[in-house]
């Protein structure tokens, strides 16, 4: 029953990233990412809002770190991902994504004085292999000559905007309540993305479209945070962070049902280069100076 958490919330955030696509020509992305932000604290608020004002004394020497939060999280990371939609498929969204949790690790090694692991050398050498597959279209020599996708390149810097969010969070470690932090971040992703949404152009809420900013806001920003918030108290972070790497196996069967996009011989050798190399950074944990063999004793040796 425990690994139903974690599976709910990958199972709803493939589909926000099929949701991201079906978005296109139905809604403008200033327009969901700002109706999404604004859904959710209406719906938090008469929950939450009563608890921040009543902890607001050990909220304002977070304020600073909170907004970059919300705005790396919630504006950035999401915004990006509307955008992309439109130039890019939602499987290769899926598999640039799933870079998550290793340039997490990389930012963890390099700012938190995390070891270097031979997994972490050896799976960022495989998993960019991957992504270069991906991105390519199966021909790197093209990617060479034509560049990158501009939606590739978004999902690219979205996901790393994620996982400087997440390193931040556990650098940080902000004594607060998670529900609370929550909601002072949907609140900064608000704000931030009310100039996006006022000069963008709109489409207007209607029955095409208010099924999608539903989802993203109801099941995408609340439910599946809950449940994964669930997930690490039950199963423990690193175990609950496994489950991370069905991600773009998920998203592709989901866009394959949904959108009928068709995965191709490419997207299958990025995408499992991608898996392996997230799964060796994250099981093989050996430093690497335990690797390097040691040196010769110059002390005699008994006969």
């Not at 004002?53 to 990371?77: D, F, S, T």
């Not at 991957?130 to 990158?148: E, K, M, N, Q, R």
């Not at 100039?195 to 109801?218: E, H, M, Q, R, T």
């Not at 866009?255 to 950074?281: F, K, M, N, Q, S």
Request: aromatic content about 8%; hydrophobic content about 60%; glycine content about 8%.
């Amino acid at each position: 029953m425990n690994y139903a958490f974690p599976l709910l919330a990958i199972l709803i955030w493939a589909g926000n990233t099929v949701v991201n696509k079906l978005a296109v020509g139905a809604i403008f992305p200033a327009e969901i990412g700002f109706y999404r932000w604004v859904l959710a604290g209406l719906l938090l608020s008469p929950f939450l809002l009563r608890a921040v004002l009543r902890n607001r004394a050990a909220i304002r020497p977070h304020l600073g770190k909170i907004v970059i939060l919300g705005v790396l999280g919630m504006a950035v990371y999401q915004s990006l991902a509307y955008f992309a939609a439109a130039i890019t498929s939602a499987t290769n969204m899926g598999i640039i994504l799933s870079l998550m949790p290793l340039m997490s690790l990389a930012l963890a090694i390099a700012t938190l004085g995390q070891r270097l692991s031979a997994g972490a050398l050896l799976g960022a050498l495989v998993s960019f292999a991957g992504v270069l597959v991906v991105v390519s279209g199966g021909d790197p020599a093209a990617l060479l000559a034509h560049g990158l996708n501009l939606g590739d390149a978004m999902m690219l810097i979205a996901t790393l905007a994620y996982a400087v969010y997440s390193t931040l969070l556990k650098k940080w470690q902000l004594r607060l309540p998670p529900l609370q932090l929550l909601y002072l971040q949907v609140l900064v992703a608000i704000v931030v993305l009310l100039p996006l949404y006022l000069f963008s152009p709109k489409a207007g809420l209607s029955v095409d479209n208010i099924g999608l900013v539903l989802y993203a806001c109801v099941l995408a920003s609340i439910v599946a945070p809950l449940v994964w918030m669930q997930a690490v108290v039950r199963l423990g972070p690193s175990r609950t962070t496994l489950f991370f790497n069905l991600l773009p196996a998920l998203t592709a069967v989901i866009a394959a049902l949904v959108l009928d996009e068709r995965l191709a011989p490419y997207h299958l050798v990025g995408g499992v280069l991608t898996l392996a190399g997230v799964i060796l950074a994250e099981r093989w944990t050996t430093p690497l100076r335990r690797l390097k063999a040691p040196p010769p004793s110059d002390a005699p040796r008994a006969r």
